[in-house]
DNA sequence: GGAGTTATGTACCACTTGATACAGAATAGG
DNA sequence: CCTATTCTGTATCAAGTGGTACATAACTCC
C-alpha cells in the first residue's frame, strides 16, 4: 500500500484547537470558518481527515472524556465515595475555570438547546453525561456494600445528586464564578455529604 | 393620533410562542422562519413588533421571568431562608419538567455558549442569572438577622450553592430527568440544609 | 369620502452556512 | 522515471441565514 502526500498537520493538535472552539461557542455557534481558522486547515482538509461538522464535534467530545475530563473516570477509582466525589468536584473546578481553556463544561455547553437538525448531537452528549452518572451509580453501589454509605442510601438518587452539582457548578463557571467561589460551594456540599 | 391598520396578532401569545422556540433550541439553534411559523407570524410583522432577533430574545427572556420563572421572585417571600429554598427548588422542578414546556429552563440553555455575534445576549442572561442569586443573598442575609440561618453563614456563599443546585437541576431535565427524579434530589439538598 | 397612518404579504437582498469538484503537489512502490 | 495514491488549495455549490423594500390592505380622524 502506497501512503500518498503525507498530512501537514497534527491530527490531534488539529483536534484540540477544534474542541476549543466547539467548548467555548458550542456546536451551533461554531462555524467551519471559526474551525478551519483554529485549526490551521482549510476544509477539504478537515473533512478527509474529520467527516463533517457533527463527527468531529463528536470525536472533540471523545477527546474531551479521555483528556481535560479524565478526572472522572480518576475519581471513581479513590478507595471512598466520599473521596470520590471530593476528587471529582475539585478536579472539575479546576478544569471549568481553568484560564487556558474556555470557561465551563465542554460536556454541558457544547449542545445543550439545539435545533432539530442538531439533536443527534445533543443526544449523543446526554447519553454521555448519562454514563457518567451511572459509572457513579455503580461506585456508590459498592460503597454500600464495603459499609462506607449508609445502607438505606439509594446510589441512583445519590449519583443524580452529585451529577446535579457537578453540572450546576459549570453552569456558574460559564456565568464567570472563580475557582475559589466555587471551592467553597464545593465545601458547603462535602460538609453535609451523608455519611 | 390616528391609530392606522390594528394588529391581527396578539404580541404577548407570540411572545409566548417565540419563548417556545427559544427555550426548546436556543437562540443560536432558532431561525427566523422557525420563529414566523411558531409565532403565526411573517417576517415583516414580527420586525416590526419586536425589533428584530436580539431584541425578541430578550422580550422573551423578560416574559419568561415574569411567567414561567415568577416562582423565584414568590420564594423570596416565604417567612424563612429554608422555606425560601424549598419553594425555589420544589417549583422550579415543576417548571424545568412541565410537559406542556420544553425540557430544562430557559435561562440557563438559552444561551449557554454561543458565537461572538451572539455574546451580548450570553451576557445579559448571565446578568440575570446573577440578579437572582444576589436577591437570594440578601434574602440570606436577612434570614441571619432574623436568626434563622446560623450567624456564621456567608450568604454570598449559600445563595450561590443553592443557584448551583437550580442550575444543575435545569441541565438534569434538559437531559430527560424527570420530576420524581429531581425532587429527590431536592430532597437530598434539603435534608442537608445548614439550619 | 379623502388623507394620514399603521399592518400585512410577497418578493427579495447580501451574506453565511456546511459541504465538494477539481486541479496540482507530495509521497511510496515498482 | 512512472504510476498509483493521498493530501492541499482554490474556487465553487446549493441552501439557509437575518433583515428589508415596496405595494397593498385596513383602520382613524377630519
Redesign the pocket.
Known amino acids: 500500500?502506497?501512503?500518498?502526500?503525507?498530512?501537514?498537520?497534527d491530527v490531534d493538535q488539529a483536534l484540540d484547537r477544534a474542541l476549543q472552539v466547539f467548548w467555548k461557542k458550542g456546536y451551533?455557534g461554531?462555524?467551519?470558518?471559526?474551525?478551519t481558522e483554529a485549526m490551521g486547515?482549510?476544509?477539504?482538509?478537515?473533512?478527509?481527515?474529520f467527516g463533517?461538522?457533527?463527527t468531529l464535534f463528536l470525536k472533540a467530545m471523545d477527546r474531551y472524556v479521555q483528556g481535560p475530563a479524565c478526572h472522572v473516570g480518576e475519581a471513581l477509582q479513590e478507595p471512598t465515595a466520599r473521596q470520590a466525589v471530593e476528587y471529582l468536584l475539585r478536579h472539575s473546578i479546576d478544569l471549568i475555570t481553568d484560564a487556558s481553556n474556555p470557561c465551563g463544561c465542554f460536556m454541558v455547553q457544547g449542545a445543550l438547546a439545539v435545533?432539530d437538525d442538531a439533536d443527534p448531537v445533543r443526544q449523543e452528549m446526554v447519553r454521555r453525561r448519562a454514563m457518567a452518572e451511572e459509572a457513579f451509580c455503580r461506585r456508590f453501589t459498592r460503597a454500600i456494600a464495603e459499609g462506607d454509605l449508609p445502607p438505606d442510601t439509594d446510589p441512583g438518587d445519590l449519583a443524580r445528586y452529585v451529577s446535579t452539582i457537578s453540572h450546576g457548578l459549570a453552569v456558574q463557571a460559564a456565568s464567570g464564578a472563580s475557582r475559589d467561589e466555587l471551592l467553597r460551594v464545593a465545601e458547603i456540599v462535602l460538609r453535609s455529604w451523608p455519611a
Chains 1, 2 share one sequence.
Open positions: 500500500m502506497s501512503s500518498g502526500r503525507p498530512r501537514q498537520f451551533e461554531t462555524s467551519l470558518l471559526d474551525l486547515i482549510n476544509r477539504p482538509s478537515l473533512y478527509a481527515a463533517n461538522k457533527k435545533s
